[in-house]
Each structure stands twice: as C-alpha cells, then as structure tokens.
C-alpha cells in the first residue's frame, strides 16, 4: 500500500511539472488544408504573463525567436513584462509562396517550414520553427539546396575570418571544439546544406536566447529543442529552398490575409523593399477572382511591418473590422 502511494505521488509531481513547465508550448506542427488555396495555419493567442516571466521566456515557450516576439508586442516590456500582462503570441502563419516540399527558410521572416513527405492515407503536416540567419556582412544566400549530411555532436572548426573577428574583440576561439562541448556553438544537431561551409544547427546555452535575430556568420541557427526534433523528422536529400518574400498573402475560405515582416536595415543598408502595390497585387492574385479588399487596412499593415497576419479583406462578404487581431493598430 505504502508503495502505491508512493508510485502515485511521483505521477502527480510528474503532472504538475508538465503543466507548469509548458504552459505556453503550443503545437508548432499543424495539418495542411485539402483546400489547396487555402495557405494560412494556426491562430493568434493571448495569455498573461505571471510574475517570473521575461518576454524572451514566453516567446520561446510558445515557438518563437527574438523579434518576433519583441514586435508582436512593442509596448510591453521584454525583461520585466509584469504580472497580469496580456501578451500576443502571434501562432497564426501565412505559408511562404513555395512549392510545399522538404524545408522552406524565409529569411525576412526569420522562419523555417517543414512539409512532411506525402504518404498514401496519411494527412501533411508543415512544422514551424523560429530562426536565426546571416547578418549584413555574411548573409545566408538564397536558392536551393538540400540536406546532404546529418550529423550529431559536430565539432566545429571556426574559419580563420571568424577567429580574427573574435581576437579583435578580445575573445580568443581554439582551432577545433570538439562534438558535444557545451562550448559549441553548433549544438548537439547539425544538417549539413548542399551549399559549402553552411549548416541548419542548434546552439549552446548561451546564445539560445539569440533565436530569432541576424547573428550568425550565414549559417541557420534553431533552438536546441528545434533542431533536435527537425533533425529526427528529416532525412539526407531533403530539398531546401531558401527565400525572400517579405510579404505574403495568405486566404484561408473565404478570407484574405496579410503577413508583412518589414524591409529591415543593417548599417544603413535595405535588405529589402516592401511596398503597399506589391501587396494589393499579391492578394488579388490570392483571391483568384472577385475580391473586396481594404486598400487603407492594406497600408496600415505594410507600415506596421510587424510580421502579424491580418484580415484583410474577403472573396465574399465585406465587413468593416478586419483586423485579426481585435486591437487597435500602432
């Protein structure tokens, strides 16, 4: 009896862990529509912060990186949010315009799609996960590639570029770390692309929090928890296509969407140009035919520039609210 009661109490320290230890941890993998217009998944979430909670903590719970989380919610505070705090957590994602195959890496979005492979009887799927990608002066190139080696606990050689980069700044980088160090910046997982020298990997502890921001010397950097799991769901010649759609427009039913993660500045130079014509065009394409859309609505999301999507108009009926998200806009 006593051993029972035992056995009982583990389990219901065991719940109580899960629960509160992934209060946030909403699935990141979502079907995919037998619509084949329809290329929206998700949906938008608020929840309220408690006490303890930093930003950067809740957005990793719920599946994304640095800025996403930082510009989903501008006015809060990202160290100290405060007890009580309602904060978005924008689960909602318009598919980039891709063939839906292997991995698709938006960079603007600073996102990665995992479609899984079509089986008899099996619905698809598309995981998503948060990432980060090559600043200014070392940017991860677009075009495709696939994966061409899978490897756990790689050792890393830093370039000779990247060792002189560090002595300038005072930290002095060894020739090799080996696999598996937790000073390696690699990981514990790493795919290795058809492009020469650059890897989709995991990170170390420190630079964890960093997901979701241009930091890397070209490489796509993922969660440890991410690439862990990316890592068991793909195999060697899964096609990658990387690409560069600042915005998208997305329809699910009867509904237009618009998701616009703004043209970003490094050192004064555009990455790229967003402009409200290339939006307006990209949505009537989507409708496929009459639409209602909101030409101002249009303008107010491509200025916010916050990678949110938003109703933006209808293949059908009209209404006059069409922000998703039922706030007002900034």
């Not at 050192?267 to 990209?282: I, W």
Request: glycine share 8%.
């Amino acid at each position: 009896m006593r051993s029972n009661c035992k056995v009982i109490l583990v389990l219901l320290v065991c719940v109580f862990y899960q629960v509160f230890t992934t209060r946030f941890a909403w699935a990141d993998t979502f079907s995919l529509s037998a619509d084949a217009r329809d290329n929206v998944v998700g949906e938008l979430r608020y929840i309220t912060a408690l006490r303890q909670d930093t930003l950067l903590d809740i957005g990793r719970d719920a599946g994304m990186g640095y800025e996403e989380i930082i510009k989903a919610n501008p006015d809060v505070n990202r160290w100290v949010p405060g007890s009580g705090t309602r904060v978005l957590l924008p689960n909602l994602y318009v598919l980039p315009q891709a063939p839906m195959d292997g991995i698709v890496l938006n960079l603007p979005e600073l996102r990665l799609y995992y479609y899984s492979p079509a089986k008899k009887g099996v619905p698809r799927t598309v995981s998503t996960y948060p990432v980060s990608i090559g600043r200014m002066d070392w940017r991860t190139p677009l075009g495709k590639t696939k994966i061409v080696k899978k490897e756990k606990d790689p050792p890393w050689r830093p370039t000779e570029s990247i060792r002189r980069e560090h002595a300038a700044e005072g930290d002095i980088l060894p020739p090799f770390i080996p696999g598996g160090s937790p000073e390696n910046p690699l990981g514990r997982f790493a795919l290795r692309l058809g492009i020469p020298q650059y890897l989709i990997h995991g990170t170390d502890d420190r630079k964890a929090y960093g997901i979701g921001m241009r930091v890397t010397h070209g490489c796509v950097r993922m969660y440890p928890e991410d690439i862990r799991r990316l890592f068991s769901q793909v195999v060697v010649g899964t096609p990658v296509l990387i690409v560069d759609q600042p915005i998208k427009a997305g329809r699910r039913g009867n509904s237009l969407l618009l998701e616009v993660d703004g043209a970003f500045e490094e050192e004064g130079v555009t990455h790229t140009t967003v402009s409200v014509s290339r939006a307006m065009e990209l949505l009537q394409a989507k409708a496929g035919g009459p639409a209602r859309i909101d030409a101002e609505l249009v303008a107010q999301v491509v200025r916010r520039g916050d990678g949110v999507p938003v109703v933006v108009g209808s293949t059908s009926t009209y209404s006059v609210d069409y922000d998703a998200r039922s706030v007002p806009f900034r």
